[in-house]
T-cell receptor, first 116, second 116 residues
Framework: AQKITQTQPGMFVQEKEAVTLDCTYDTSDQSYGLFWYKQPSSGEMIFLIY??????QNATEGRYSLNFQKARKSANLVISASQLGDSAMYFC?????????????FGPGTRLSVLP | GAVVSQHPSWVICKSGTSVKIECRSL??????MFWYRQFPKQSLMLMATSNEGSKATYEQGVEKDKFLINHASLTLSTLTVTSAHPEDSSFYIC????????????FGPGTRLLVL
């Protein structure tokens, strides 16, 4: 079963507008972490934001905020004031514990295109 | 801080040869390093978890004898693709979790492997 679901293969947003990238997850762990990464065409994975399962407040990092709804098991990324440089693939990921320690699982990704 | 390097960034080799990829954490110690594989327009797939001083843990479907992982020190893990074939052509990315930190992992820039 898919542990991380990103239902939007591609998204378009106008420059300077906000955009929400969806992410839902599936886990039976009580303690887990949720991450968002950006992957530009160069291929490098850039860490954007982290939310722990016990964190009561939504994480924020500059223009990035994570809309964490634990009961719905969703962790949507909100990018405010989009910039042309935000065009990239965005991956939602989850860290959970398995029998061997910690395990990271990535979603299929959403390609964001920012329009001038 | 928290820089992870990979070497080489690009490699082209003939079918049947072995290729070694190095992953180094430059300014922190990493007890755990991860190796991922990414095919074009797809998400990252975890291949194995590498723990310093112990055997790597491979994900289901990943051949241990094909992809040799060595994590000899707290700053270096290597992935050797043995007897490479064209189907092994892919983008290989490593990441490292700082010792004592479960909250995040830092990614290397990736290595593009092309097997002719």
């Amino acid at each position: 079963a898919q542990k991380i679901t990103q239902t939007q293969p591609g998204m378009f947003v106008q420059e300077k507008e906000a955009v929400t990238l969806d992410c839902t997850y599936d886990t039976s762990d009580q303690s887990y972490g949720l991450f968002w990464y950006k992957q530009p065409s160069s291929g490098e994975m850039i860490f954007l934001i982290y939310q722990g399962s016990y964190d009561e407040q939504n994480a924020t990092e500059g223009r990035y905020s994570l809309n964490f709804q634990k009961a719905r098991k969703s962790a949507n990324l909100v990018i405010s004031a989009s910039q042309l440089g935000d065009s990239a693939m965005y991956f939602c990921a989850m860290r959970e514990r398995d029998n061997y320690g910690q395990n990271f699982v990535f979603g299929p990704g959403t390609r964001l295109s920012v329009l001038p | 801080g928290a820089v992870v390097s990979q070497h080489p960034s690009w490699v082209i080799c003939k079918s049947g040869t072995s290729v070694k990829i190095e992953c180094r954490s430059l300014d922190f110690q990493a007890t755990t390093m991860f190796w991922y594989r990414q095919f074009p327009k797809q998400s990252l797939m975890l291949m194995a978890t590498s723990n310093e001083g112990s055997k790597a843990t491979y994900e289901q479907g990943v051949e241990k004898d094909k992809f040799l992982i060595n994590h000899a020190s707290l700053t270096l893990s290597t992935l050797t693709v043995t007897s490479a074939h064209p189907e092994d052509s892919s983008f290989y990315i490593c990441s490292a979790s700082p010792t004592g930190s479960r909250e995040t992992q830092y990614f290397g820039p990736g290595t593009r492997l092309l097997v002719l």
